[in-house]
């Protein structure tokens, strides 16, 4: 117990981590945001009528899915924005944000392509509208079906967000190093940082267990 305390708390050593846990939820949190909207807008040129947004959607995401997103963080860090007043930060939202997209867009495709179009035929002989058809019939669909994933995409996020370091971010990944090399105290310091990924993840999957457990009292209560 006397080298935990010297190693996270004397001296006010646990304000780093806190820091360090505040900055990798903040890009997860506004990359995760940034891609959903990007991906589902990716995902509408990528099923639209025109062949050539069609074509560069299909590129975007064959080419975006299949590059690191290491690579993809330092490219536009040190390359294509590197001239640019964005802080390093930003830039890193930005390349998760695009990474994310790829997968979310790929991943409604799939759902959507999954789903049962009869009932949308169905609703639009009774005379709803396109919009009316995809909010009622089609959305809860493929909310249901990509949730799984979704959860596991989220989850991915914030562990890929551990690269952060290589382009000067301390995010928790650089904060448990620093302290490991400060302390000598790698396997301990380590084991903490693993820990601390472990509960943002579980964390996530509880959010959605609690959801699931929301909607279930709300449908036996409309039920009773």
Known sequence: MSLLYQI????????PLVKGIRVTL?????????GTLLGAFICFLR????????????GYIAVVRGAPVLMLLMLLFYGVLAQSD????????IAFSLHTAAH????????????DYGQVEAARTLGFSKWQAFRLIT??????????????????????????????????????????????????????????????????YGLFAL??????????????
Do not use: C, H
């Open 139 to 204: 959305l809860p669909q493929l909310i249901r079906m990509i949730r799984p994933v979704y959860q596991s995409t989220i989850v991915n996020l914030i562990q890929w967000t551990s690269v952060v370091g290589y382009v000067t971010i301390t995010d928790l990944t650089r904060v448990i190093n620093n302290m490991a090399s400060r302390t000598m105290q790698p396997l301990l310091v380590i084991s903490a940082g693993m820990l601390l990924y472990l509960l943002m993840s579980y964390a996530v």
């Open 104 to 115: 979310v867009a790929e991943l409604l495709r799939v759902a959507i392509d999954a789903s």
């Open 8 to 15: 996270f708390l004397k001296d006010g050593a646990w304000l």
């Open 26 to 34: 903040e890009i997860s949190l506004l990359s995760l945001l940034g």
């Open 211 to 224: 959801s699931d457990w929301w909607e279930k009292r709300q449908k036996a209560g409309e039920e009773m």
């Open 47 to 58: 099923m639209g009528k025109m062949k050539i947004l069609r074509l560069f959607a299909m």
């Open 86 to 93: 964005l802080e390093a930060i930003t830039v890193a939202i």
